[in-house]
């Protein structure tokens, strides 16, 4: 059943946009890398395609292809960096970031490849793409992002990195990550840090039959929130064959609905001459992990069937499954605790479960 994805519609739309009437506007096209660190930069860019960056009309970075990164080899697409200098913040103008292509390849998985740092206007970033790239969208210390239509595959990092941010959406958007040596957090969908208020697949314009987020078939886990609170998950495929579907550590208030994760476990695979299994050598591989005491979660209409490990569990699995040495092992190191108080489950879907005392019975259909 591996490697059998599913789709997401990719939404595809011609923008026309008006030219600004100011210095460094340019057309669509290619573009090398884009690197904005002050209002100034905006106009001398020449990557502007539109708007004049009041919170009615923003600047448009793009539509843009870009062939390599900032470094030449390794780097970013786009980086907008808001750093405070003698108390002010150096951009203050209003953006959006539209269609990028990073048409590159990128094995240092600690890349973005767009990178906002420090932005707290409303942004909007959409239409992105790319494969064989490192971390897809990094946001740190930033708030009032919305990520739309975005898809990144094949990646050697994480698809959206959230450090530190708060009040961020994504919607409409897929995310598969492939490392041949895993290591946290390196092959996960979505990982949020430190954050709060962020709403995944809640969007208005997400379909009603087919995923609004796909983190199908990532080596790491679907989505990763440490230490992270507030937070709605709904409509989101992350089926689990290399490691988990979701990780809810530490944090609260965090309601994951309508959703699901199953997987066949991970596969023994060969790189640089060594038998390896995809994923991370962990003892949280299954579908839902409630860890490190998070608290007050809502787990409703969901469905986690099917996971060679286990389907739902309050701390780590005890043990790890590595197809290259025969399958289920003691772990050898298994520093979760448990989950907190106040967490419920509503009509969920599961075959197996484990430290989660008065769990209601299945939905599943026999």
Same mark, same amino acid.
């Not at 879907?349 to 019975?361: A, D, E, K, R, V």
């Given at each position: 059943?591996?490697?059998?994805?599913?789709?997401?519609?990719?939404?595809?739309?011609?923008?026309?946009?008006?030219?600004?009437?100011?210095?460094?506007?340019?057309?669509?096209?290619?573009?090398?890398?884009?690197?904005?660190?002050?209002?100034?930069?905006?106009?001398?860019?020449?990557?502007?395609?539109?708007?004049?960056?009041?919170?009615?009309?923003?600047?448009?970075?793009?539509?843009?292809?870009?062939?390599?990164?900032?470094?030449?080899?390794?780097?970013?697409?786009?980086?907008?960096?808001?750093?405070?200098?003698?108390?002010?913040?150096?951009?203050?103008?209003?953006?959006?970031i539209v269609g990028i292509a990073s048409t590159y390849t990128d094995t240092t998985t600690t890349d973005p490849t767009i990178w906002l740092d420090g932005v707290n206007t409303a942004?909007?970033?959409?239409?992105?793409?790319?494969n064989g790239l490192s971390v897809g969208i990094e946001l740190d210390n930033s708030s009032n992002i919305s990520i739309d239509n975005v898809s990144y595959n094949k990646g050697n990092g994480t698809g959206v990195y959230i450090n530190n941010s708060s009040n961020v959406s994504i919607n409409n958007s897929k995310f598969k990550a492939t490392?041949?040596?895993?290591?946290?957090?390196?092959?996960?969908?979505?990982?949020?840090?430190?954050?709060?208020?962020?709403?995944?697949?809640?969007?208005?314009?997400?379909?009603?039959?087919?995923?609004?987020?796909?983190?199908?078939?990532?080596?790491?886990?679907?989505?990763?929130?440490?230490?992270?609170?507030?937070?709605?998950?709904?409509?989101?495929?992350?089926?689990?064959?290399?490691?988990?579907?979701? +990780?809810? !550590?530490?944090?609260? =208030?965090? @309601?994951?609905?309508?959703?699901? *994760?199953? #997987?066949? $476990?991970? %596969?023994?695979?060969?790189?640089?001459?060594?038998?390896?299994?995809?994923?991370?050598?962990?003892?949280?591989?299954?579908?839902?992990?409630?860890?490190?005491?998070?608290?007050?979660?809502?787990? +409703?209409? !969901?469905?986690?069937? =099917?996971? @060679?490990?286990?389907?739902?569990? *309050?701390? #780590?699995? $005890?043990? %790890?499954?590595?197809?290259?040495?025969?399958?289920?092992?003691?772990?050898?190191?298994?520093?979760?605790?448990?989950?907190?108080?106040?967490?419920?489950?509503?009509?969920?879907?599961?075959?197996?479960?484990?430290?989660?005392?008065?769990?209601?019975?299945?939905?599943?259909?026999?």
């Amino acid at each position: 059943m591996r490697r059998l994805l599913v789709l997401l519609s990719t939404l595809t739309a011609g923008v026309l946009f008006a030219l600004p009437a100011v210095p460094g506007s340019a057309g669509t096209g290619g573009h090398a890398a884009i690197t904005i660190t002050s209002n100034a930069d905006f106009l001398s860019c020449g990557c502007v395609t539109g708007g004049d960056g009041s919170p009615g009309n923003p600047f448009i970075i793009g539509p843009w292809t870009i062939n390599a990164p900032s470094g030449g080899t390794s780097g970013y697409s786009v980086k907008v960096d808001n750093t405070i200098v003698n108390g002010k913040a150096s951009i203050t103008d209003y953006f959006n970031i539209v269609g990028i292509a990073s048409t590159y390849t990128d094995t240092t998985t600690t890349d973005p490849t767009i990178w906002l740092d420090g932005v707290n206007t409303a942004t909007t970033i959409s239409g992105a793409s790319g494969n064989g790239l490192s971390v897809g969208i990094e946001l740190d210390n930033s708030s009032n992002i919305s990520i739309d239509n975005v898809s990144y595959n094949k990646g050697n990092g994480t698809g959206v990195y959230i450090n530190n941010s708060s009040n961020v959406s994504i919607n409409n958007s897929k995310f598969k990550a492939t490392c041949n040596i895993c290591t946290p957090h390196t092959g996960d969908g979505i990982y949020a840090v430190n954050s709060s208020n962020l709403n995944i697949g809640t969007g208005a314009d997400c379909p009603n039959k087919i995923p609004c987020i796909d983190v199908t078939y990532d080596d790491g886990w679907g989505i990763y929130l440490q230490n992270t609170s507030g937070v709605t998950i709904n409509q989101v495929a992350a089926d689990a064959d290399d490691t988990g579907g979701y +990780v809810f !550590d530490g944090g609260s =208030n965090i @309601t994951l609905e309508n959703s699901g *994760s199953q #997987g066949g $476990g991970s %596969i023994c695979h060969t790189y640089l001459g060594q038998k390896l299994p995809t994923g991370y050598n962990t003892d949280m591989q299954g579908g839902l992990h409630l860890v490190n005491g998070t608290q007050n979660d809502k787990i +409703v209409n !969901d469905t986690f069937a =099917n996971n @060679t490990t286990v389907d739902i569990a *309050s701390g #780590g699995n $005890g043990f %790890i499954d590595n197809p290259c040495a025969g399958g289920k092992q003691p772990s050898p190191n298994s520093p979760e605790t448990k989950m907190g108080d106040g967490n419920t489950f509503t009509n969920i879907c599961y075959n197996s479960s484990i430290n989660i005392p008065g769990l209601p019975p299945s939905t599943c259909k026999s």
